[in-house]
Nanobody
Framework: QVQLVESGGGLVQAGGSLRLSCAAS????????MGWFRQAPGKERKFVAG????????WSAESVKGRFTVSRDNAKNTVFLRMNSLKPEDTAVYYC????????????????WGQGTQVTVSS
């Protein structure tokens, strides 16, 4: 199986920036599409951003377009989520996930998940 470990979460003030990392191991990382999801207490897990295996294609939720950027470094088996202009509503546990194919924004289609990292944006 693919193992994923998120890091980089923390407390930041509104308007600030944060970069999350997701380190992968176990299988050939470069063959998987990767996605970022988030879940606030009492709310559904929601798609944030995704990136194809090659890094050539990305897709993101409307709520984060222009603020969040997803990227990957296959040589380091790592995917990143750069978050700028953070808002209190971005507060959530952020998860990275790996997908064999055809997952896009659908959480139920992703095959492997990390344990998550907490992001808290204060106002």
């Amino acid at each position: 199986q693919v193992q994923l470990v998120e890091s980089g979460g923390g407390l930041v003030q509104a308007g600030g920036s944060l970069r999350l990392s997701c380190a992968a191991s176990g299988r050939t990382f470069s063959t998987y599409d990767m996605g970022w999801f988030r879940q606030a207490p009492g709310k559904e897990r929601k798609f944030v951003a995704g990136i194809s295996w090659s890094g050539g294609s990305t897709w993101s939720a409307e709520s984060v377009k222009g603020r969040f950027t997803v990227s990957r470094d296959n040589a380091k088996n790592t995917v990143f989520l750069r978050m700028n202009s953070l808002k209190p509503e971005d507060t959530a546990v952020y998860y990275c996930a790996a997908c064999r194919s055809g997952c896009y924004t659908s959480a139920e289609r992703y095959d492997y998940w990390g344990q998550g990292t907490q992001v808290t944006v204060s106002s």
